[in-house]
């Protein structure tokens, strides 16, 4: 007996538990606080995002006047295309001032030549793209569905108000009232809008019309770029760092660079992509290949380090039973060290593939933020990228854009999620006990 | 005696981790077709040694090993000698069973199938059930040979690294300390394996338990402080030790 009981507890250990509980609580505190950050970020993304995606059309008929639109009656192609989008908004505003007639529907203030500004500007260079797609259209009579102004699309989504508009030269509330009475006949609906993936970045004035179809194609290119240099590059490097190299000074001084280079802030690279890839090598600007090469340079070292820990983590009894059964080392790290590493290496390389797909810096600095309307052929045409995208919404002056970039935000998200979830099934297919 | 045949040759080996000198002056003779068991205190050298027989110390880059082995007269560390080949001759069973994870099938086949032994599968088969069957692992696989490696019991596995070493041919078995991690019934089991063993291959066994090389060993080699101290028959080492040195370790006053 130590005379004291079990019971009781001694002042040391009552000290000892209160300092658990401190600390459980502020590890507790630091995961809410985490996250109601995250749900407050989804919230407000989500919440000035998901109206991007839905988008005020006008559908009514539009005759397709050969007279017009076909001067010659050949159909040739290159006379066609010498119609400028001036004719066909004409021949929309007739249309429209036709259906409004047709329909008897009371337009109040607006004057019949003002019903066209209620449609997107770019509604001309839609029904003409679609006539010089298919010219047989042309003497027709087609059910054209145009995208309203970004004003009337704003008033539907909360952005536009009566009095708003008494002060905005683009709209009057006369339109507004207009646009409702549209709406109650059928004429103006309100839809999902797929343009937004599809459609190229439209100009200043023109939010309602603008697009991320570009900017997915050239972020598309720019990572096949990524992973097709730096996955074998990076594997490789790593492979040999860690199974092949001699250790001394010099490869010493390799791996504290490869740190080094990891934190590097991404603009640099983008000076240096500049330098090397664009002034020296002479690769054009805005290209998805000098995007994908400077986003390479970044994300290699931020793949190395984890595939080193990954060949690091494999078990060194696995080498020494292929090494004593007479395999060669180069055998050892193929026929066993990289398949056991491999879910490490994946997931590193989709983390990798990952930072850069939301990397901005580099590539504004090579010329990805310029203003591109034709959709790239291939790697070495005019891209956007996704992030750069969204860097350039939110700089507009129309408020229709930030809805757009929240939007834009959102497909990014999506594209991240979709790549974490391949790393997290990939890592669970691959993961072999030993 | 006699008309035994000296398979390894070790004369005058010195083994130096950067500045520490592990193994000094050791000169052995294993034979053909018989158990030799390295045995000393930790720390004493014995796994070094081993581990120079096929040159595994060879990825240890701190490692240097002087002095001259042969295999058959012919050196080992000679320049032209490509550690490769060197170690399909000289088969490995280590400490920890450390079985591919693969197949129980692909275990024993990979040795094989790098050196390109089999011209067919149904060769490779055969060569598979053989290795299988030496190793005493035949009738507890033979219905599920696809199964995992990793997935048998620690016993089985390591009769499992025997089945996979002894599947190239070797000539000489090397086993550093191969039931340290076993029970006594899997231990059991190696240890009689190992003495069927010894009809084909010559067998060299680094342990610390001084009742197993009694049991299983033809040779004894006692090892102390990097120095070969005695070298003889197993019943002489251990029931008449030359040196005081053996005698106190076998009689457990040092280790």
């Known amino acids: ?434 | 005696m006699d008309i035994e045949t000296v398979k390894i040759k070790a004369d005058k080996v010195q083994v130096f981790y950067g500045e520490n000198h592990a193994i000094k002056d050791v000169d052995v003779n294993i034979l053909d077709k018989t158990v030799t068991a390295f045995i000393g205190p930790s720390g004493c050298g014995k796994s070094t040694f081993l581990r120079c027989l096929n040159r595994m110390n060879d990825t240890i880059p701190s490692c240097r090993v002087e002095g001259r082995i042969t295999l058959d007269d012919e050196d080992i560390y000679d320049p032209r000698v490509d550690p490769v080949q060197l170690r399909a001759k000289v088969g490995m069973v280590f400490q920890k069973p450390n079985p591919f994870p693969k197949s129980i099938y692909d275990n024993v086949a990979y040795g094989p199938r790098i050196h390109g032994l089999t011209r067919s599968k149904a060769e490779l088969d055969e060569v598979v059930e053989k290795s299988l069957r030496r190793a005493a692992l035949w009738n507890e696989v033979k219905d599920r040979l696809q199964a995992p490696g990793t997935g048998l019991s620690g016993g089985q596995q390591q009769r499992l690294c025997i089945a996979r070493a002894v599947a190239t041919e070797p000539e000489v078995l090397l086993m550093d300390e191969p039931c340290s991690a076993l029970d006594p019934i899997a231990t059991a089991q190696v240890e009689e394996l190992i003495d069927e063993l010894r009809t084909n291959f010559s067998v060299v066994i680094v342990t610390h338990s001084m009742q197993q090389a009694a049991r299983v060993s033809q040779k004894t080699a006692f090892f102390h402080l990097g120095n070969l101290v005695e070298y003889g028959e197993t019943t002489q080492i251990f029931t008449n030790p030359r040196d005081p040195r053996t005698e106190s370790y076998i009689t457990g006053r040092i280790g």
């Open chain 1, 1 to 434: 007996m130590s005379g004291k009981s079990l019971f009781a507890k001694d002042a040391r250990t009552a000290a000892r538990n209160r300092a658990e509980g401190r600390f459980r609580a502020y590890g507790f505190s630091a995961i809410v606080l985490a996250l109601l950050a995250l749900v407050w970020l989804l919230i407000s993304i989500l919440g000035a995002g998901a109206p991007a995606f839905r988008q005020t059309f006008l559908t009514f008929p539009v005759t397709l006047d050969a007279k017009l639109l076909d001067k010659s009656g050949s159909g040739d192609p290159a006379a066609l295309s010498k119609v400028t989008t001036t004719t066909y908004g004409k021949l929309i505003a007739k249309a429209l001032e036709a259906e409004i007639a047709a329909r008897g529907i009371e337009a109040g203030e607006v004057k019949a030549k003002e019903f066209a500004k209620m449609l997107s500007e770019e509604s001309s260079a839609t029904l003409r793209t679609m006539v010089l797609a298919d010219p047989t259209l042309i003497g027709q009579t087609i059910t054209f569905r145009a995208l309203a102004s970004g004003r009337i699309d704003g008033y539907y989504k909360g952005r536009v108000t009566m009095e708003s508009a008494a002060l905005d030269k683009n709209v009057s509330p006369a339109q507004l009232v207009l646009a409702d009475r549209l709406k109650d006949e059928g004429v103006l609906t309100i839809a999902f809008n797929p343009g937004f993936l599809t459609m190229p970045d439209a100009s200043d004035k023109r939010p309602e019309a603008a697009g991320l179809g570009i900017a997915i194609v050239g972020s598309f290119l720019m990572m096949a770029v990524v992973l097709v240099l730096s996955l074998p590059i990076g594997v490789a490097a790593s492979v040999y760092l860690e199974e092949f190299a001699p250790k001394n000074r010099w490869t010493d001084l390799i791996e504290v660079n490869i740190a080094n280079l990891a934190a590097v802030p991404s603009i640099v690279y983008g000076i240096l992509g500049l330098a090397i890839f664009i002034n020296f090598a002479g690769l054009p600007q805005s290209a998805p290949i000098v995007g994908g090469l400077v986003l390479t340079l970044m994300t290699l070292p931020r793949i190395i380090i984890p595939t080193r820990a990954a060949l690091k983590a494999v078990p060194p009894s696995i080498r020494d039973a292929a090494l004593g059964v007479g395999a060669s080392k180069l055998q050892t790290v193929f026929h066993h060290v990289l398949p056991l590493a491999m879910p490490g290496i994946l997931t590193g390389m989709i983390i990798g593939l990952a930072q850069a797909l939301g990397e901005t810096a580099p590539l504004l600095l090579i010329g990805m933020v310029a203003f591109v309307r034709d959709f790239p052929g291939g790697f070495f045409d005019p891209a956007a990228a996704l992030p750069v995208q969204v860097y350039n919404w939110t700089t507009r002056g129309d408020p229709g854009f930030v809805e757009r970039a929240s939007g834009a935000i959102i497909v990014l998200l999506a594209f991240l999620i979709l790549m974490n979830a391949v790393a997290i099934y990939l890592r669970r297919k691959f993961e072999r006990r030993w």
